[in-house]
């Protein structure tokens, strides 16, 4: 069994920041740690799509539409995942997911999504 638990997102206005927390519990591998692990988001009438994701060897890729203004990153001791988001916008606002990603298409996580944690930016 994998979970997900997402967390710290929130309100925050225009230009604002926040930093996600993804907590992965794993019965057999340290996902978090070791393994492809992407966050997601789905705004409202809108797919879920992959905004970053890191790799094995914590190399990092990032959507077009987040390039410079979000971080992802790891703690290997603490099987957690986070997404650092700077100078969000209003567009910004979705629901945001982690999981691992498939290899072969990113965009598909492997497990079950967790809850998610909701970010709105508003002015």
């Known amino acids: 069994q994998v979970q997900f638990v997402e967390s710290g997102g929130g309100l925050v206005q225009p230009g604002g920041s926040l930093r996600l927390s993804c907590g992965v519990s794993a019965a057999s591998r340290n996902i978090g740690s070791t393994y492809r692990m992407g966050w997601y988001r789905q705004a409202p009438g809108k797919q879920r799509a992959l905004v970053a994701r890191i790799y094995g060897d914590d190399s990092t890729n990032y959507a077009d539409s987040v390039k410079d203004r979000f971080t992802i990153s790891r703690d290997h001791a603490k099987n957690t995942v986070y997404l650092e988001m700077n100078s969000l916008k209003p567009e910004d606002t979705a629901v945001y997911y982690c999981?691992?990603?498939?290899?072969?298409?990113?965009?598909?996580?492997?497990?079950?999504w967790g809850q998610g944690t909701q970010v709105t930016v508003s002015s």
């Open positions: 999981n691992e990603f498939n290899v072969y298409n990113p965009e598909y996580g492997v497990y079950s």
